[in-house]
């Protein structure tokens, strides 16, 4: 009589892995989920920070100099935008405004809109918000990432604030205030150190704005760790 063949696996044989199970780290932790995509969260915050920034173009608005590039509170919505939400949904806020704005709708500095804006003295600070949001966003994923690994919290509590406060403005030299001269240079016809000067008198409010936008940031972290501050944690886990 045939011996019945034993089809089963040896003992000891790990079983093979199930199509749905989650795959783990080294030490069996669950290992980071795969980068989701944009929710209905990460929409309406990036609605409400361009509504931010248009409403902060419209309050308190002061011109300066003889070219009338006024003094606002934008600076200060749209370096929180980068500080608040990271690089991408900050570029998605601003850009939003600024297409609102280009299409037509009154809310640049002064009641403004449309394209023409941009051939104006304060064509360049427009296109600077964009990339400065955008900048500052990414330099603040940076100096959490990095904050996070530092052991203790008072050390990590002096150390954030500084760091995102140097980074509000790098990100508003280099790009708001970079081509904001180089947009009087090319409209106003000013030259270089013209330009400048003509820049100077928005430093102190911007100085101040930076700090009142790094406060409210890290309370907001504080308060809605999942805003940004748990994303760059998932980042840093990923291998």
Known sequence: MASTENT???????????????PSTDDGAPAPAARRRWDATD???VAVFAALVAGSALVAAIPVGGLGVPITLQTLAVILTGLALG???????VGLYLLLGFAGLPIFSGGRAGLGVLAGPSGGYIIGFLLGATAVGALTAVVLRRTSAVAGAGRR????????????MAASIVFIHGLGILGMMVNAKLSLTAAFLADLPFYPGDIIKNVL??????ALHRAFPDLLLRRVRRGAARP
């Open 8 to 22: 089963s696996a040896p003992t000891g044989t790990p079983a093979a892995p199930s199509a749905h199970a989650q």
């Open 43 to 45: 929409l309406a915050l």
């Open 87 to 93: 690089p991408a949904r900050a570029f998605a806020a």
């Open 157 to 168: 509590g002096t150390l954030r604030p500084v760091l995102l406060f140097c980074a509000a």
């Open 213 to 218: 936008a790094v406060i409210i940031a890290l």
